[in-house]
């Protein structure tokens, strides 16, 4: 009994000596983590800017520059983020303890993210207000009919002319030649032609819901209340579907990663049996293979690459933290990207029907009807839906359906910052939720300014700087800090004792020089390429363009930062010592993941046997001890000594854990 009692005060004096967050959780199956990533990688960009860049630059011979950008780009850098995540299993910032002077990379995940959800939750609200204004019997963005509709609405323009030529036509005297008649209709018909034609949905978008006037960037005006609960409601789903973490929103992309995909269905096949539609899909899919030579159609392929997978935005990896050890992420890797891909085809087919028929019906050509980002979702698009029978009904499911693929990606977002937080910080780690009340309650004030009377400079602005060229410097220095600098040779040696297999040299090719290379060029060609940011045709402040290169800063500075900082503050008396030190994994860094148990072995013999396996790692030593059976008895009991003990362990130490263990075991039966 003595053994019982002090085997009992030593748990309890563990219990009252433990500090910082509790263990980490892990995926309750591996079918959430893959709807999660797939809620997450597929997102707004897939309907509103794949379809459009498809148009743009080809048809379908875009489709051959963005497959090689996905072989040469796309699935070699997620396979490598989420082995990354999975062996080590912590945030995106504690991460980089495997190369201490490249933790600014951590903190730039953080920020790319923070901006991005600040705004990507402004176009849910969007999507929000546009959802419940579609429960009327007529859609208000549907006719002209409406107090905020002015004498430029497309409807009342035909109207006004026609009545004024056939005006001066009737009341025109006897005598009236042919010739003036003649002159009145050529009159009417370039007055008509000229007259600045605006549609309902344009006008219900900038006077009734924006009343934006004259407000621009340089005065954005009052706060549109209507939106401002919309944002405010948008985030507090944020916080209900991540209010346990992965264990609630692992249950929530249930409905948000797939319920889209049945909504897309339905428009695809309303779409297609519109009048016009086969119109608009061969604008779509008529490959022009003369834009296969121009730069341009290759980097808005890498570029969209980016945003489809969700590449360098740590998101990915925080995700692969919480799987088990031994899952099989390659597979995952695959999915994900052949998912993305298919989703953006997809939507290109509901859209491009959709937009085929409201060119026959308003009688402009596709080429000008076409729009990309906010100007397709809630402009070209809710005109097309109001002009369809039962138009309430498809516009609910298109603007749900909206709502789906944002929350989606959102709660990846979110939980990116709140993880890499509670990791990094032991304060924050012990009071999840209220790091989680915390973040969001910034990021709604944060928004405010986006749903203000000019509130759509402000977003358009974030959209274009947030996560554009800080995204490839990120991809970039990652590459460069496990291949080159914590070493290929150790990365592949994790993978594995995670998979059981080598990687193959060309993944190897892939993350050491093409993929990296590929991404310098991309850069290089952003600058050459580089072009003011403009609302529509209306250019920016000066001032304005900076604030948008500041905020694209933010997310970079940090990384070249940290790296003055560790290079100064290591130990060494020479650079080179300093750079050694600095690219050195911190102490503990390898044990900082639980390894699953080794699969377990029968009895080749009556009885139970000991064995001592030892695990060898590139930088740790894993002691697996196999104690007496209990129970039945035909199998091993397999167990893991805590960090400590797996610390440098010697001949001497190891017998004296292995008696330690065969003691607790036999107290553990007597218990």
């Given amino acids: 009994m003595e053994r019982v009692q002090r085997y009992l005060n030593k748990r309890q004096e563990k219990k009252t000596q433990q500090k910082g ?70 945030g995106s910032i504690s991460i980089w303890g495997v190369c201490p002077m490249l933790k600014g990379i951590g903190i730039g995940y953080c920020v790319v993210n923070a901006l991005v959800s600040i705004y990507y939750n402004v176009i849910i609200a969007l999507s929000l207000y546009y959802l419940f204004a579609s429960f009327q019997a007529v859609l208000p963005w549907s006719n002209c009919n409406n107090e905020w509709n002015t004498d430029n609405c497309d409807e009342r323009v035909a109207a006004n002319l026609g009545g004024n030529a056939t005006t001066m036509v009737m009341n025109g005297t006897t005598t009236a030649s042919y010739a003036i008649y003649n002159n009145i209709t050529q009159a009417f018909n370039t007055t008509a032609s000229t007259a600045k034609r605006v549609s309902p949905s344009s006008e219900y978008w900038h006077r009734m819901l924006l009343d934006q006037g004259d407000h621009d960037i340089t005065d954005i005006g009052q706060l549109r209340w209507h939106l401002t609960l919309c944002l405010l409601l948008a985030w507090v789903f944020v916080v209900i579907f991540l209010f346990k973490g992965i264990k609630t929103s692992g249950k929530v992309v249930y409905f948000t990663a797939t ?80 998912v993305a891909y298919g ?26 009807v076409i729009d990309s ?11 097309a839906l109001g002009l369809m029978p039962l138009a309430p009904l498809w516009s609910v499911l298109f603007f749900f359906m909206l709502f789906l693929l944002g929350i989606g990606s959102e709660i990846v977002s979110l939980e990116t910052v709140r993880t890499s937080i509670c990791d990094e910080f032991a304060f924050f780690g012990r009071r999840r939720k209220m790091t989680m009340f915390g973040l969001a309650i910034i990021f709604f004030l944060a928004g405010l ?36 600098f914590y070493k290929i040779e ?12 080598y990687p193959h040299i060309w993944w190897r090719v892939f993350w050491q020089f093409i993929s990296p290379i590929l991404i310098v060029v991309i850069l290089v060609f952003t600058f ?57 994994p911190e102490k503990g860094m390898l044990e900082s993941r639980d390894r699953d148990a080794v699969p377990e072995k029968e ?58 263990n065969e003691e607790q075991t036999e107290i553990d039966n007597q218990v």
Avoid at 306 to 331: E, L, P, Q, V
Avoid at 493 to 498: A, G, P, V, Y
Wanted: glycine fraction near 10%; proline fraction near 5%.
């Fill in 490 to 501: 150790r990365f592949c040696s994790h993978i594995k004792e995670m998979l059981g297999f």
């Fill in 373 to 383: 980002g906010p100007g397709l979702a809630f402009i070209v698009y809710p005109r």
């Fill in 259 to 338: 319920f889209p995909y049945v909504m897309l269905t339905v428009l695809v096949i309303r779409g297609a049996t519109l009048e016009g539609a086969s119109e608009g899909l061969y604008y779509f899919i008529t490959p022009d293979w003369d834009k296969l030579t121009s730069p341009d159609v290759w980097f808005d392929a890498a570029t969209q690459l980016f945003y489809s997978t969700n590449i360098a935005w740590g998101g990915m990896i925080t995700m692969a933290s919480y799987n088990s050890f031994r899952h099989n992420c390659m597979r995952d890797a695959f999915v994900i990207n052949i």
């Fill in 343 to 368: 989703t953006s085809l997809y939507a290109g087919v509901a859209v491009f029907s959709v937009i085929g028929y409201m060119s026959v019906k308003s009688g402009v050509p596709v080429k000008e």
């Fill in 603 to 660: 009895d080749s013999g009556n009885g139970s046997e000991e064995s001592l396996e030892l695990v060898q790692g590139v930088a740790s030593t894993d002691i697996l001890v196999t104690s007496e059976n209990h129970h039945h008895g035909n199998h091993d009991r397999h167990r893991h000594l805590s960090k400590e003990e797996r610390k440098g362990a010697s001949p001497e130490t190891t017998t004296r854990l292995l008696n330690e």
């Fill in 449 to 484: 300014p986006c749903v203000t009377q000019g509130g759509m400079y402000v977003l358009n602005l974030m959209d274009r700087y947030a996560a554009g060229f800080s995204l490839l410097v990120i991809a970039v220095m990652e590459c460069l800090g496990l291949m080159w």
């Fill in 21 to 90: 967050p509790k263990q980490r959780a892990q995926w309750a199956s591996q079918r959430e983590f893959m709807l999660t990533c797939i809620g997450y990688a597929v997102g707004l960009g897939n309907v509103w800017r794949f379809p459009y860049l498809c148009y743009k630059s080809g048809g379908g011979a875009f489709l051959i520059p963005y497959l090689v950008m996905m072989c040469l780009i796309g699935f070699p850098l997620l396979y490598m983020e989420y082995c990354f995540g999975q062996y080590f299993g912590v």
């Fill in 528 to 584: 050459v390429r580089y072009k003011p940011v403009t609302y529509g045709d209306e250019p920016y402040p000066v001032w304005a363009d900076a604030l948008g290169w500041i905020m694209s800063l933010s997310s970079t500075i940090p990384i070249f930062v940290v790296i003055v900082y560790m290079l100064w503050k290591s130990n060494g008396t020479t650079l080179r010592e300093k750079f050694q030190t600095a690219i050195t």
